[in-house]
């Protein structure tokens, strides 16, 4: 079975900067990625890098959010500098198969506050 391990999150004041990485125990995956959940809110994409390097974010996370992956570790990172506010969600780790199912990790909380 494969198990996904955050670490990383917490609390970060507004601008600074939070690292969060995530380990997968097997599988290959297509894609590894973010999602996260705010309170109150739908879970939403974050971020996510394929096997070749491609990524994706979603806006508002743009020129804030790099993420990083090692596919011989089965890693995958989020550096989040200049944080908002609006960035405070639970965040879960996600790892796609090429067959398209999702494994999810249990998730980290971020809070921004100062």
């Known amino acids: 079975q494969v198990q996904l391990v955050e670490s990383g999150g917490g609390l970060g004041q507004p601008g600074r900067s939070l690292r969060l990485s995530c380990a997968a125990s097997e599988g290959i995956f297509s894609a590894m990625g973010w999602y996260r959940q705010a309170p109150g809110k739908q879970r939403e994409f974050v971020a996510s890098?394929?096997?070749?390097?491609?990524?994706d974010y979603t806006d508002s996370v743009k020129g804030r959010f790099t993420i990083s992956r090692d596919n011989f570790k089965n890693t995958v990172s989020l550096q989040m500098n200049n944080l908002k506010s609006d960035d405070t969600a639970v965040y879960y780790c996600?790892?796609?198969?090429?067959?398209?199912?999702?494994?999810w990790g249990q998730g980290t909380q971020v809070t921004v506050s100062s």
């Open positions: 890098m394929t096997t070749v390097g491609d990524t």
């Open positions: 996600d790892a796609r198969t090429y067959r398209g199912k999702d494994y």
